[in-house]
Nanobody, 116 residues
Framework: VQLVESGGGSVPPGGSLRLSCTAS?????MAWYRQVPGKERALVAKINDGGRTNYADSVRGRFTISRDFVKNTVYLQMDSLKREDTAVYYC??????????????WGQGTLVTVAS
């Protein structure tokens, strides 16, 4: 399974962007992470195969994660963007392949820049 992301770009503070990530096959849980230089990759939001969501405190109320199970696509709607949201955003998927095993898949990353 591969993940293909799209939707990154540059917006002013207060603006909005929507990221998309499509999996080439079925997966279970999906999520968005982000990373800035010198820091570890951090969870932004996740959604499981039942549609349950969870958000980092820093984005709760501004970002919305959603999922189209038919298209194997996860979205991240980002509103009220702040400069500190600037990062490379990575799509993540987890697929259970056996009773005891799973695989983790990462997208290539897409840059989001929030600047005047």
């Amino acid at each position: 399974v591969q993940l293909v992301e799209s939707g990154g770009g540059s917006v002013p503070p207060g603006g909005s962007l929507r990221l998309s990530c499509t999996a080439s096959g079925s997966v279970d849980d999906m999520a968005w992470y982000r990373q800035v230089p010198g820091k570890e990759r951090a969870l932004v939001a996740k959604i499981n195969d039942g549609g349950r969501t969870n958000y980092a405190d820093s984005v709760r109320g501004r970002f919305t994660i959603s999922r189209d199970f038919v298209k194997n696509t996860v979205y991240l709607q980002m509103d009220s963007l702040k400069r500190e949201d600037t990062a490379v955003y990575y799509c993540y998927a987890r697929k259970q392949v056996s009773i005891e095993g799973h695989v983790e898949i990462w997208g290539q990353g897409t840059l989001v820049t929030v600047a005047s």
